[in-house]
């Protein structure tokens, strides 16, 4: 005869720390509202560390060459538009426009040209890869290897000789073939992500490779052909070295200008900063212009 084990009552006493369920070991209860916030703390603390030099940069512009030369800085010091006067040409009667529009022109047509034959190369090395396309892909990328130092001095006797010194073409040219390989790499990323049904379908419907390239292709990349003008923009305005060597007078560019306020006598640190300030407002304002289509078009395939 079997025998029988009472059950336990319900308000009997229980062991302590028992509270009805099985305990979990090795496993510790994480705040997930702690944690987002300890991230978001984080995330503030790095992005100001990032900005400092530039807010540091923007007051210094507003201070007088005397205050902004003090050792240490002075952080509390009269505000003043000297800098900026002195940038503008109100006292050394040097304007800033022609170099600014130069670097505009250069920037603007390059980033035009360079898209004209990169997504086509894009194309073709994505959507429709050619034979040995790895092998086409490390050319572009070792055409980046090199430093510019190495190849200026070739290219200043050739444009010395063309008589193409000086000149805004000629660095348009240049800014060209420099930003083509990195234009073509990011553009085959972005028309990777393309569905190969919507080419199929535009086949099977008669459309030939131009029309693919202007009503299929570009409608969807959109956001990368975006972040790629915006990459190659910022390249072509902050480039220094070629139209430092390949320039003068006529086509000089804003950065050009820029450290022409570096003497090595006399007080220069606030004009240098307020040039600063004015010649990364372009830059900026274009970032902020497709900041959108930059966010999708740098976050294409980062998700599948």
């Known amino acids: 005869m079997s025998t029988l084990t009472p059950a336990t009552p319900r308000n009997a006493a229980r062991p302590a720390g028992f509270d009805g369920e099985p305990r979990r070991r090795g496993k510790s209860r994480m705040d997930p509202t702690r944690n987002n916030t300890a991230a978001g ?22 201070h007088s060459e005397t205050d902004a030369a003090t050792n240490p800085p002075s952080i509390a010091a009269n505000l003043t538009l000297d800098a900026y006067k002195e940038f503008f040409g109100a006292s050394s009667g040097v ?55 190495a190849a200026i001095l070739p290219l200043y006797l050739f444009a010395k000789t063309v008589g193409a010194l000086d000149n805004i073409w000629f660095l348009i040219l240049m800014y060209t073939s420099m930003n083509l390989p990195i234009a073509v790499w990011m553009m085959r990323s972005f028309l990777a992500e393309v569905p190969v049904e919507m080419l199929e379908a535009a086949q ?69 900063c307020a040039a600063a300030v004015v010649i990364s407002l372009p830059v900026l304002f274009a970032g902020f212009a497709a900041q959108d289509k930059l966010v999708q078009g740098l976050s294409l395939g980062a998700v599948k």
């Open 41 to 62: 703390i984080a995330a503030w603390l790095l992005a100001l560390l990032f900005a400092a030099p530039v807010l540091w940069m923007i007051l210094t512009s507003f």
């Open 204 to 272: 099977i419907d008669g459309a030939g490779l131009l029309l693919t390239l202007r009503k299929i292709i570009a409608p969807v990349a959109m956001p990368g052909i975006a972040a790629t003008a915006l990459i190659c923009f910022i390249f072509s305005w902050n480039e220094l070295l070629l139209a430092r060597v390949l320039t003068g007078v006529v086509a000089g560019t804003a950065p050009v200008f820029l450290t022409g306020f570096v003497s090595s006598q006399g007080l220069f640190l606030a004009k240098v």
């Open 95 to 149: 304007s800033p426009w022609p170099p600014l529009i130069n670097s505009a022109t250069a920037s603007i047509l390059s980033t035009a040209l360079v898209l004209v034959p990169a997504i086509p190369a894009a194309y073709a090395l994505s959507i429709k890869p050619v034979k040995n396309w790895t092998d086409v892909m490390f050319f572009f990328l070792s055409t980046k290897m090199m430093p510019v130092v």
